[in-house]
């Protein structure tokens, strides 16, 4: 168990209507219930006349859908035939946005005022506005980049606890407007419409028309209260040309999934499908809290193929304590091997062919809670001082590492690169914590070369390094306690909130630093972190919100011009989620995107992955690939494909079926490569295209 707890992922520009179609599920477990716009019974727009592929229940050519049979029903408006437009730069994107696309000319509306909740006369008073005093938008931030086909956030708001009568949602794009009418509610929230087979799934038909980052979408929320109208309150986010297609992995400790409850475990959710998460890796041989048994730690190689984990039973006298690898299935995961060397939080290749065991330089046992065992890394917890070694996860047998056995004794939180030819971690011998190493690393030859550091902050401690897929990046924290973590319980009574003795919640904020470079600069991922000119723009403000972020992590694919990042933060989420931030069910899944080839701090606010149970304590996401598909079967890219071709995409459905790259054609976006030659020059809307950790991919800066 984290004892700060005790108390094949893909992104895909092609878009998934088997994955996207299905109606949404609010991202908070049953505690994100609001007022929503009815019944939703509206009808969709009846394709009429040529020009322009239809999508979902939306019409071609501009006819109006039959009126809804309950408050809350759509009035849908088709769009008309395809046309190309520019757009202008949004801020901190490439000149000319880079995902801009042909569309629909005239903008499709989702209408849910005209047969909604609220009477014409109240509408009229919501459109016409008032004052925006008193009334700001919480969540989501102003900036934030998402891909498309993962769920709708929920639209959150700040009135300072007025209830309102009624609420006016809106959303509007070159080509597409969605205007939302939601009845009187007291939780300052609404959550869009998502019935995709009525045509009216508002964030879904947003991400669908969106020309990408040079098409902002504003959105706006306005109320009425008492007859008195504020706002609209205005702010504008971007959908990135790339869907989540793969799985998610995290760890998670108040669950009810899992198998006893509330323990941990580590669950798999697929973005964008509106069924909860499921218990990945539980295991039921126990009585549940506090004696477990838990599994935590855990890691993934970047093929999805091999998770390492913990697993620690604290029944007294007979409790044990071991490190584990797992075969990965789309269901389950198989045991391979049992015993391992401290694999918890070890460094996995990316083929999962080898694991560099996480070496531990100092005990750092903290009371009866986690005891001096073997095998028990706690977090960071160790018997003894076991070295870095270099393991085969299906035999346990340890490989011969040249270059590195007897040099790098304790190397923490290793991890590969995706391509294979580095390892970063910090090197506890030199630095006490407060340094990372880089060496590279020939896998034919189990060799390693060229060790050197690459950061050191006297008075920081760095933690968690990740590469980016082009391996040119390392993401890692800095953070202020040497145990890397965001909490710990009392070191003399195994105390824990909301006990007043338990230590608060500590602080961390994300860096990146480009390996590729003499200079070596570190660069603090403000934005990301919450920070906009210097000042706080998280909803609670710096003292509560800002240096909550741990655990990053980086989806293995890049897409849409941007890399993917996952990290855990304890920030407040919007009104939902407002708890005190020692309390460690603050701990969620958050994610922000990163600008592919920009210079200094290209990351954006992120968002809260929706889809994760609420206010569990979920940490440390892996994100990978589901395994393969073999020719012949469906697809929707070629990174679901064992060859990494998807042919005969269909336009209107995008689907095509997985094979094998005809000779003498050049890759399309997303289909397997191994230098920038192999890729076609541009992508379909003339966007260059370079080879990127296997794949052809867009680049935000060309």
């Known amino acids: 168990m984290d004892r700060e707890q005790f108390s094949r992922f893909g992104l895909s520009t092609a878009f998934t209507l088997g994955i996207l179609s299905s109606a949404i599920l609010a991202a908070c477990s049953g505690a994100s219930a609001s007022s929503g716009p009815g019944g939703n019974q509206g009808g969709s727009g009846q394709p009429q006349g040529g020009g322009g592929g239809s999508f979902g229940g939306f019409g071609n050519s501009g006819t109006s859908g039959t009126s809804g049979n309950n408050a809350g029903g759509a009035l849908i408006l088709g769009g008309g035939g395809p046309s190309s437009t520019g757009g202008t730069t949004a801020p901190g994107m490439p000149d000319g946005g880079i995902n801009s696309v042909s569309g629909p000319s005239q903008p499709p509306l989702i209408d849910d005022c005209t047969n909604g909740p609220l009477s014409a006369a109240q509408v009229a008073q919501l459109e016409k506005g008032g004052s925006n005093a008193g009334l700001k938008l919480v969540y989501p931030y102003d900036g934030t980049v998402f891909p498309r086909g993962i769920l709708a ?152 193929a091999v998770m390492t984990a913990n697993r620690h039973n604290y029944t007294p ?25 401290e694999a918890g939080f070890s460094g996995i290749y990316p083929d999962g062919s080898l694991i560099m065991t996480n070496g531990l330089a100092d005990n750092m046992s903290l009371s009866a809670f986690f005891p001096v065992e073997p095998g028990q890394p706690g977090a960071l917890d160790a018997t003894g001082t076991p070295p870095s070694k270099l393991v085969d996860p299906k035999t346990g047998m340890q490989v011969t590492a040249n270059g590195w056995d007897g040099v790098q004794l304790h190397a923490e939180m290793p991890m590969f690169s995706p391509d294979g030819k580095h390892i970063v971690y910090n ?140 990290f855990t933060s304890r920030r407040t989420y919007g009104n939902l989620q407002t708890l005190d931030v020692n309390d460690p069910r603050t701990k969620a899944i958050w994610v922000t995107a990163l600008s592919i080839g920009g210079t200094g701090d290209t990351s954006h606010p992120a968002f809260y992955l929706p889809g994760q149970e609420f206010e569990t304590g979920n940490m440390r996401a892996f994100a990978a690939l589901e395994p393969c598909k073999e020719d012949g079967s469906a697809c929707t890219s070629g990174t679901e494909c064992c060859n990494g071709f998807c042919s005969g995409i269909d336009p209107t459905t995008h689907v095509g079926s997985c094979g094998i790259r005809p000779p003498k054609t050049c890759a399309k976006a997303e289909d397997a490569c191994k230098v920038d030659s192999d890729c076609c020059p541009t992508d379909d809307a003339g966007h260059p295209l370079v080879c990127i950790a296997g794949y052809c991919s867009v680049t935000s800066f060309n």
């Not at 006893?260 to 890796?281: D, E, F």
């Open 153 to 304: 956030p929920i639209i959150q708001w700040d009135q300072g606890g007025t209830a309102a009568d009624g609420v006016l949602v809106t959303m509007t794009s070159k080509k597409f407007t969605y205007k939302g009418c939601f009845g009187a509610t007291a939780d300052q929230r609404a959550t869009l419409p998502a019935d995709s087979a009525k045509g009216n799934d508002a964030w879904l038909a947003a991400g669908q028309y969106s020309e990408g980052t040079s098409d902002p979408v504003t959105i706006t929320v306005t109320t009425l209260a008492s007859g008195n109208v504020v706002g609209p309150v205005t702010e504008t986010v971007y959908f990135a040309l790339a869907s989540l297609t793969g799985a998610i992995y995290y760890n998670t400790y108040n669950s009810t999934l899992t198998n006893p409850a509330n323990v941990g475990a580590v669950l798999k959710i697929l973005p964008g499908q509106p069924n909860q998460p499921t218990a990945y890796l539980t295991d039921p041989m126990g009585g549940g809290p506090p004696f477990g048994p838990c599994i935590s730690c855990h890691s993934l190689s970047a093929n999805g």
């Open 427 to 566: 090197n506890y011998d030199d630095g006490k914590g407060h340094t990372l190493y880089m060496a590279d690393f020939d896998q034919p030859s189990t060799t390693f070369s060229n060790i050197h550091k690459i950061f050191e902050d006297d008075m920081n401690y760095a933690g968690w390094p990740f590469f980016t897929p082009d391996s040119k990046l390392v993401i890692f924290t800095l953070g202020d306690q040497e145990n890397f973590g965001s909490q710990l319980p009392n070191p003399g009574t195994g105390a824990i909130y909301p006990d007043p003795t338990a230590p608060n919640a500590f602080n961390a904020h994300l860096m990146s630093i480009d390996v590729t470079t003499q200079a070596l600069t570190p660069v603090p991922l403000d934005t990301a972190n919450g920070y906009l000119n210097g000042q706080s723009y998280l909803p609670a403000g710096k003292d509560r919100d800002n240096e909550r972020d741990f655990y990053p992590t980086v989806s293995p694919v890049a897409a849409g011009g941007f890399f993917w990042v996952f």
């Open 317 to 341: 006298i007979v409790g044990s304590f071991e490190s584990r690898s797992y075969q990965v299935g789309a269901m389950s995961p198989t045991l391979m091997m049992g015993n391992l060397p």
